[in-house]
């Protein structure tokens, strides 16, 4: 049974019963642990559930589940679209933090004849993007190996964060609604808190289906937000408590 299929078969478990155990999905879908685990993270990093001690539950975001399951490679090109516009902020011989996220970890490719100071990141793959896509000076924060997430994580690379100073950083979420800014992980709390304290300007990338979405733990207030790359239009009241001139609305998608 191939991925897809799985989530399909979770998914409508999901509604039933609106929490599942890592066995449960197992039993459902003949899955081994480690590929019922790949299909939990698979989609909570979508914003379909949120993964709890041992299983997964219904998230915020649920009604979005049919538009996940349709998903093809137009949601590529929204991000690209989106990495694209973000990359115009980084100015030359600037230093920069990039975040974990399958939207940032586009952005390198438009870096790839900048003339950038230096690029730190925690994830992975950000940093073999650097590498086959630009000559860029490019950290890898050192701590412990995630697999799940592919980035590094502990008290490690908060710790490295104090020795540097970005001239920007770029960041995702798991949502965002009037209250601010939302991640799905505790271990995103001090993460992200060290990185506000030595960053100039902080960006967030978001695609508009984590638009007025709550996740586990509210992290960032908007005053605390430089900028936010985005493809669709933010409903009115939440554009005026971002700021609207705080927002940057891809090309293809551009509004007054």
Known sequence: MNQQKRLMIIIERLEKEKSLTLQDIMQLTGASRDTARRDTIKLADNNLVIRTYGGISLANSFNKIDGYLGRTDQDLQVKKQIAKEASKLLLEKQTVYL???????????YLANR????AVTNSIDIADQFLKTTSIPTTILGGTLNKESRSVTGGYPIWELTKYRF????????GINNQGIYYAHEEDIAMKQAIREKSNKI????????INLSHNYL??????????????????????????????????????
């Open 167 to 174: 001239d920007i950083s770029f960041l995702s979420c798991a």
């Open 219 to 256: 992290i960032y207030t908007f005053e605390e937000l430089d900028y936010l790359v985005t493809d669709k239009k933010i409903p009115e009241e939440l554009a005026v408590r971002i700021g609207k001139s705080k927002i940057i609305y891809t090309k293809e998608k551009s509004y007054d």
């Open 115 to 118: 003339n950038i100071n230096l």
């Open 99 to 109: 975040d974990v996220s399958t939207t940032i970890s586009l952005l390198p490719q």
């Open 203 to 210: 960006v967030l990338l978001c695609d508009h289906t984590k």
